[in-house]
């Protein structure tokens, strides 16, 4: 698959969400994972399109795992013309220390999580970038919406756009809607490597459950991945159920029977199919 399809892919979602600015500066950050290296990549390329006028580095949170191969990402960073920072960490030993104090007995990826995006982003005020771009692409997107369903009772997933306001940043997703077997292939067709992973969470956490059992929903239903994705940027508030005294009823936003003047349509309770 050609760098174009990508790229093609990253215009669309900035055109649609208004992802970059002219004057911006923009940290990527790079896990050396797939989907990281590609987006450095294709920014970089993107920075070469019409009235796209904007700075690029790539940041690179190291947690401190021995094994995990710098080389590989620095060597490919430096032979593209890539900037890239690595930022050392003393991360790793604290989630160690947390490992043996809690009672599950292994890393906590939500802890993880929260002290990798602390040093991101101090690290990407410090470079006076104004947004960090995350790796999160289109089937991220649908995983997140039933991982939300699922274990925290909300129909929601994360934002193309999302405006950080105690780092004063905003957070974008230019690979929002691009599938991952499409980053695969753009990848293996460009040359584009990724680090081994060597998190020992890495295989066996929710978002991996949720993603095989989501490829068997696939395997049954092909249309459903294009549907889902429909769903949220189509998510219809009045689909949804709402208390009588709701601001919702209030507003007239729920149509009801008993409410003069605002007929019940037939379209107007898109999730009561039985
Ligand atoms: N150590 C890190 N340093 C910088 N950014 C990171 C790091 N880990 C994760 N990220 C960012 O968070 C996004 C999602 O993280 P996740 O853990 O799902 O990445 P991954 O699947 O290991 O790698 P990738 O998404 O790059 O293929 C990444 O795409 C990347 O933008």
Known sequence: MKIQTILRGIRQADNRFGLIRPGDKIAVAVSGGKD???????????????????????????????????????GYCRDHDLPLQIEKTRIFPILEL????????QIQCSLCSKLKKGVLFETAKKLGCNKVAFGHHADDAIETFFLNMIHGSKAATFQPLQYMSRMDMDLIRPLV?????????????????????????????????????????YRRYPMARD????VLSNCDEKGFWHDADSENVRTGTVHRKDQPGKEETPDS????IQ
């Open 269 to 272: 309770h898109t999730g009561s």
């Open 98 to 105: 947390d490992k043996n104090r809690g009672t599950q007995g």
């Open 227 to 230: 549907n889902f994705l429909t």
């Open 177 to 217: 809607l691009l599938r991952e077997s499409e980053i695969v292939q753009a990848c293996q067709d460009n040359g584009i490597p990724s680090v081994r992973r060597v998190c020992p969470n890495d295989g066996f956490t929710q978002r991996q459950s949720i993603k095989d059992d989501l490829e068997e929903v």
């Open 36 to 74: 990281s290296m590609l987006l450095l990549t294709a920014l970089r390329q993107y920075q070469k399109f019409p009235h796209t006028d904007f700075e690029l580095v790539g940041i690179h949170v190291d947690v401190g795992f021995e094994e995990f191969d710098h080389d590989l990402m620095t």
